[in-house]
C-alpha cells in the first residue's frame, strides 16, 4: 500500500489558464475528498465521492471548479481560467467505507500558484 | 454551523518542556474528533482521535488528547517534546455521516533548543 498520492505536487500557471491535478487514493477505498488550504489557514472541504457518485459540493467550488472520479478509482480536480485567488494548497484523502470511515489518509498535496 | 477554534497561532516551548495545544468546538450533536500533524513539506497525518468511551486518548508519538464535553474542548499534550515534533497540529471534527471534516487554523509548534 502505497498511501494516497497526488499529482503534480507543484503548478504554476498564469491567470485565465485552466489546470487540473490528479488524486490516487488507498486502493480499497470507496470515499475521496477534496480540500483547499491557503496559507495560515486550515483545510476548507471541497467535494466528496463514494465510488463514482459526487455526493457533496461545497459552496467554494465555484462553476469554474468541477471534479470527476471515473469508475470509483482515481480522481480528478480542474479549476478552469484560474484566478489568483485560487492558489493554494489542494489535497486529497481517502477512507474506507466500512470499518473506519471517519479516518481519512491524506495525500502530499498539490500546490498551485496562478501569477 | 459547526466550528472548531485553535486558540494559539504558534506555541513556542523549550525542548523536553511539556505542552499543551488547545482546541474547542461548537457542535450541538455528538462528533467526532481529530488531531493531525503537518511536517514542513508533508501530508496531513493523523495523530490520534475521539470516537466514544474514554476521555483520554493516546496517540502517536508520545502525544495525548482529552475530551472535556462540557467544556467543548480537546486539548493536545504531551509531557515532554522533542525537536522532531516542530511542526504544525491541526483539531478536526466531524458529525455527519460524510465524515467532511471540519478544521481549526492550525498551531504551529516551535521548539526552542
Known amino acids: 500500500d502505497t498511501g494516497v498520492s497526488q499529482n503534480p505536487r507543484h503548478k504554476i500557471t498564469k491567470r485565465g489558464q485552466n489546470v487540473t491535478f490528479r488524486c490516487d487514493p488507498i486502493?480499497?477505498?470507496?470515499?475521496l475528498y477534496w480540500y483547499r488550504q491557503t496559507l495560515g489557514q486550515g483545510p476548507e472541504f471541497l467535494t466528496y465521492f463514494q465510488n463514482e457518485a459526487q455526493l457533496e459540493k461545497s459552496r467554494l467550488l465555484s462553476d469554474r471548479f468541477s471534479a470527476e472520479r471515473p469508475k470509483g478509482s482515481f480522481s480528478t480536480l480542474e479549476i478552469q481560467r484560474t484566478e489568483q485567488g485560487d492558489s493554494a494548497m489542494y489535497l486529497c484523502a481517502s477512507s474506507p467505507s466500512r470499518g473506519t470511515p471517519y479516518e481519512q489518509y491524506f495525500g502530499p498535496g498539490t500546490r498551485l500558484t496562478v501569477t | 454551523a459547526q466550528s472548531v477554534t485553535q486558540l494559539d497561532s504558534q506555541v513556542p516551548v523549550f525542548e523536553e518542556a511539556p505542552v499543551e495545544l488547545r482546541c474547542n468546538y461548537s457542535s450541538s450533536v455528538s462528533v467526532y474528533l481529530f488531531w493531525y500533524v503537518q511536517y514542513p513539506n508533508q501530508g496531513l497525518q493523523l495523530l490520534l482521535k475521539y470516537l466514544s468511551g474514554s476521555t483520554l486518548v493516546k496517540g502517536i508519538n508520545g502525544f495525548e488528547a482529552e475530551f472535556n464535553k462540557s467544556q467543548t474542548s480537546f486539548h493536545l499534550r504531551k509531557p515532554s517534546v522533542h525537536i522532531s515534533d516542530t511542526a504544525e497540529y491541526f483539531c478536526?471534527?466531524?458529525?455527519?455521516?460524510?465524515?467532511?471534516?471540519?478544521w481549526g487554523a492550525g498551531t504551529k509548534l516551535i521548539i526552542k533548543p
Open positions: 478536526a471534527v466531524t458529525m455527519d455521516s460524510n465524515y467532511q471534516l471540519i
Open positions: 486502493s480499497e477505498h470507496n470515499r
